[in-house]
């Protein structure tokens, strides 16, 4: 997770060498790039405070998979964005190719958190029905606490 932030803060750093370009501060198509690029800015934020800055191992994969989705729609219309505007824009070569490679990552870790919280889900409504069922297995000491052990009677 460090690795992808690395490369998107790189890609933000670069974002605001080309913030300040002439010709981007006088188009509103160029403008349309800058709060693209807040927003991913804003998205890499949250993203950061699910992982407490790198120290959290465990996420919330339904989190996750939240932010992660929003990550690729920012990521794909910045892409396109870029396509059509880096000419005029003067959006540097380098910042397009970072924001490509973190839009490819990002959709992977999409994937990886989507995948878990699909898994979750499934999980959480297995449990359910089970829990509904009167705790799955039955039978001498199948279902939990509530199962029956019957003692033999004579001498041990």
Do not use: Y
Request: with cysteine.
């Amino acid at each position: 997770m460090t690795h992808i932030r690395s490369h998107i803060l790189a890609a933000l750093a670069v974002a605001g060498i080309f913030v300040t370009a002439p010709a981007f501060a006088q188009s509103s198509t160029c403008q349309e790039g800058q709060k693209i690029l807040q927003e991913r800015q804003s998205l890499i934020q949250q993203v950061n405070k699910l992982t407490n800055g790198g120290k959290n191992k465990k996420l919330d994969p339904r989190e996750a998979c939240t932010i992660f989705s929003k990550l690729v729609t920012n990521g794909t219309a910045g892409e396109k964005w870029m396509t059509a505007n880096k000419d005029w824009c003067q959006v540097p070569d380098q910042l397009v190719q970072s924001f490509s490679e973190d839009h490819k990552r990002s959709q992977q870790f999409k994937g990886q958190a989507c995948g878990a919280a699909a898994k979750m889900a499934e999980m959480e409504k297995r449990a359910k029905q089970q829990a509904q069922q009167g705790g799955g297995a039955g039978g001498k000491m199948g279902g939990g606490l509530t199962g029956t052990l019957s003692i033999p009677k004579g001498a041990l």
